[in-house]
């Protein structure tokens, strides 16, 4: 996912989401009561979503912001777009790494993370990182991610044809780990218990979008897709065709007499989560929360 520019233009559903969900956890989140709140973002592409949906929301004064993906091309086109933004700080990390660099150790209150795990194929290490990105003494992670997407299947169904076998070669890699699962939320939940958080909240949720228009879906699968970069590029555009038919094949696309073209239905499950750091200081797990929020902390 390495084409910042495409990518800018194609994220209408990762910012729905995220601002809906970061607006939804904010009374919950553990703000400082002094102000001088530490955020850092975890695979902030071309940072339109944190910088333009999210940023916005924060506390009037917080201390700092960090946008970071593993793209150092996201992180150029980031810092090109938003690096005039009062306090914010544009930074190279892979959550995936073996090691947190010695600078970012302890340093954040919250952990943010939208669209971005259903990449990660090592979710394990990806929260053991986090929670060293966060303070000693405490902070919480806001995160969403796939379960589950369409796209997925598609992917599943082309890698077996003949003339794409060869450029999707080990495609449960670019899948999300939890599209197989019986379970994910409980899956997920074991990871957070096995790494280090309290207070967890995993949810679920069924969601849908719709791209109207057969551009609007092919551009969007042209800023995402990671096999496009393992074919000729006079390969593209027939690949994105074939993809438009096997929706098609599974009912999920509609054709739209006014406008002469389809709309794509994109039902997909998405794994929302809100977790605090186990500080053994602490006592039990039990949100400390106003009573309207407490549903909002429960597990689903």
């Known amino acids: 996912m390495n084409h910042a520019s495409l990518y800018h233009r194609a994220s209408a ?19 400082r009561r002094d102000g001088g709140d530490k955020i850092i973002d975890v695979g902030s592409g071309s940072g339109n979503v944190l910088m333009e949906n999210i940023y916005p929301l924060f506390p009037p004064n917080f201390d700092e912001v960090m946008s970071t993906d593993c793209s150092e091309k996201m992180v ?31 340093r954040f209150d919250h952990v943010l993370s939208f669209y971005c795990l259903h990449w990660v194929q090592d979710q394990r290490l990806a929260l053991e990182n986090m929670n060293k990105l966060l303070r000693v003494d405490g902070g919480d992670i806001l995160l969403a991610f796939l379960a589950t997407n369409p796209i ?31 379970d994910p939320g409980a899956e997920f939940k074991k990871l957070l218990d096995e790494t280090g958080y ?16 057969t551009q609007k879906v092919k ?20 690949f994105l065709e074939d993809i438009t038919i096997c929706v098609d094949d599974m009912k999920l696309r509609e054709y739209d007499s006014e406008k002469d073209d389809y709309n794509f239905i994109t039902p997909y499950k998405l794994v929302v989560v809100y977790a605090r750091k186990s500080v053994k200081s602490e006592k039990p797990k039990s949100c400390d929360v106003d009573e309207p929020n407490k549903q909002a902390c429960s597990t689903l």
């Not at 077996?160 to 899948?175: G, H, L, N, S």
């Not at 969007?220 to 096999?227: G, K, M, Y």
């Open 13 to 31: 559903v990762q910012r729905r989401d995220a601002k809906q969900i970061f607006e939804e956890f904010y009374d919950i989140m553990q703000w």
């Open 76 to 106: 150029e086109f980031a810092r090109k777009n938003y690096g005039e933004t009062e306090r914010a700080i544009f930074e190279v990390l892979d959550i995936a790494c073996k090691e947190i660099p010695e600078h970012l150790n302890g």
């Open 152 to 182: 997925y299947d598609v992917y599943l169904t082309l890698a077996e044809r003949e003339k794409w076998r060869c450029y999707m070669k080990d495609t449960m890699k670019f899948i999300s780990p939890l599209h197989l699962s019986d």
């Open 198 to 213: 309290e207070d967890i909240a995993v949810q679920i949720r069924e969601e849908v979008f719709i791209y109207e228009g």
């Open 219 to 238: 551009d969007n699968i042209r800023a995402i897709c990671p096999f496009l970069q393992f074919m000729p590029e006079s390969k593209h555009e027939e």
